[in-house]
């Protein structure tokens, strides 16, 4: 395995029948709501955002929100901080947050209980993947991609050190720190 070509864990195929089958199982549960607003949980959400927001079959709009919760490494500390929030009111609409991974789980339970208090119509969650052991706080997850073990991975929006986000498939690498 090298870091530079990082080990497949979940191909772009696989990554793409997947989206396709969470796109069509949102699109049957919202069918005749006129006001589900999808928040994307930057940086990392934003392919996989574009990607199943693009196959949706009902009207949506989309929100960023921007947090920060390992710095630069690759320890998760807990604490969770908002760097930006949503520009839009979501008083009275449907939320989805939508992340790309959910590890110990204390950034989605964070952005649910936030997102409570703008007293939106409902909340869900969706997430491309899961590190099914590395939970530490109980946290839902309507929509989910995939769980994966305790591995560190990149590529469909994750990163390592700001690499390797724009690799097409989801890939393993060794950590350094
Ligand atoms: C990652 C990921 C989630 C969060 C999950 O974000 O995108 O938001 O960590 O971890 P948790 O379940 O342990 O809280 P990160 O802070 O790495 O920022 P990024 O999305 O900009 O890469």
Same mark, same amino acid.
């Given at each position: 395995?090298?870091?530079?070509?990082?080990?497949?864990?979940?191909?772009?195929s696989? =990554?793409?029948?997947?989206?396709?089958?969470?796109?069509?199982?949102?699109?049957?549960?919202?069918e005749?709501?006129?006001?589900? %607003?999808? %928040?994307?949980?930057?940086?990392?959400?934003?392919?996989?955002?574009?990607?199943?927001?693009?196959?949706?079959?009902?009207p949506?709009?989309?929100?960023?929100?921007?947090?920060?919760?390992?710095? @630069? @490494?690759?320890?998760?500390?807990?604490?969770?901080?908002?760097?930006?929030?949503?520009?839009?009111?979501?008083e009275?609409?449907h939320?989805?947050?939508?992340?790309?991974? %959910?590890?110990?789980?204390?950034?989605?339970?964070?952005?649910?209980?936030?997102?409570? @208090?703008?007293?939106?119509?409902?909340?869900?969650?969706c997430?491309?993947v899961?590190?099914?052991?590395?939970?530490?706080?109980? %946290?839902? =997850?309507?929509?989910?991609?995939?769980?994966?073990?305790?591995?560190?991975?990149?590529?469909?929006?994750l990163?390592?050190?700001?690499?390797?986000?724009?690799?097409?498939?989801?890939?393993?690498?060794?950590?350094?720190?």
């Amino acid at each position: 395995m090298s870091n530079d070509t990082p080990e497949v864990l979940i191909s772009e195929s696989d =990554i793409r029948s997947r989206v396709a089958e969470l796109a069509a199982q949102i699109s049957r549960d919202y069918e005749g709501c006129d006001n589900l %607003v999808m %928040v994307g949980v930057l940086k990392g959400s934003f392919i996989f955002l574009a990607d199943l927001s693009r196959q949706l079959k009902i009207p949506r709009t989309i929100e960023f929100i921007a947090v920060s919760s390992y710095g @630069s @490494s690759s320890v998760s500390s807990g604490a969770v901080r908002l760097v930006m929030d949503v520009r839009g009111n979501i008083e009275g609409k449907h939320v989805l947050i939508v992340e790309d991974i %959910v590890d110990t789980g204390h950034t989605l339970k964070y952005l649910t209980g936030m997102f409570k @208090s703008h007293r939106p119509a409902s909340i869900k969650t969706c997430s491309l993947v899961r590190k099914a052991d590395s939970a530490e706080v109980d %946290v839902k =997850i309507d929509y989910l991609g995939f769980d994966i073990g305790d591995e560190w991975v990149v590529g469909y929006g994750l990163d390592y050190g700001e690499l390797h986000r724009t690799l097409p498939y989801i890939g393993i690498i060794e950590p350094t720190d």
